[in-house]
């Protein structure tokens, strides 16, 4: 999953984008209004994560913007908790609203809540077949014994379960999966996807030829 975090205050931008990606996110970063808006139009993001208070254009004007043309989950972050903030924020077409200072672990439990509502999955746990993949624990259990995925295999697998019964194309894949900064190989895909047949079973992930990737409802 890829997120953007646009915030004004560097330590703390560096900080969610270094806890972000240590929870399995590429992400990107913005440290004005400007290039926030640039940037959430620009690519295809799972979640962004907005502040209010920003150099250029502020948090209020760049939603207004994005909801011109994007539906993109957007989780308000701000030290501004007057409740007439809040609800202007809800208005203007933010999906939720965290007050500064916040705990991590709720961030993140929000950011996950934000991104299961986007592709309308309730639940946490996802069953598919004999596979239960909890995208609150992050762990995926098959027959009862949970397989060990890396962080981009699981992210992979989180991404086409969200969306089974889809086709998901590589480009979609590779604009969800990887961030601005990452140096990408052609097959790395490829590599992933093999991999993941290899714990999961060769037929969890079906392969459409230059096309992509999905997960059937019941492989």
């Known amino acids: 999953m890829r997120v953007l975090a646009v915030e004004d205050e560097p330590d703390l931008l560096n900080s969610l984008m270094k806890a972000l990606r240590e929870d399995g ?17 620009s690519y295809d993001y799972d979640a962004i994560v907005l502040d209010i208070m920003l150099p250029g254009i502020d948090g209020w004007e760049l939603l207004r913007r994005l909801r011109q043309t994007k539906k993109t989950p957007v989780l308000m972050l701000t030290a501004r908790d007057a409740v007439r903030d809040r609800v202007r924020g809800l208005d203007t077409g933010a999906d939720d609203y965290l007050v500064k200072p916040f705990e991590l672990a709720e961030l993140l ?51 086409l379960a969200l969306h089974r019964g889809k086709l998901v194309t590589r480009t979609t894949l590779y604009d969800h999966l990887f961030d601005e900064n990452d140096s990408t190989l052609s097959n790395l895909l490829d590599v992933h996807v093999f991999n993941l047949r290899k714990k999961l079973g060769h037929d969890f992930i079906t392969t459409r030829r230059g096309h992509g990737y999905c997960i059937e409802s019941t492989p």
Not at 128 to 155: H, K, N, P, Q, S
């Open 109 to 159: 439990a929000r950011l996950r809540a934000l991104i299961r509502r986007a592709a309308s999955q309730a639940e946490s746990r996802l069953k598919i077949g004999d596979v239960v993949i909890d995208t609150a624990a992050r762990t995926v259990m098959r027959r009862g014994e949970e397989i060990v995925l890396t962080a981009r295999e699981y992210t992979l697998l989180e991404y």
């Open 25 to 41: 996110y590429a992400v990107d970063g913005a440290p004005d209004g400007d290039e926030g808006l640039f940037k959430a139009e």
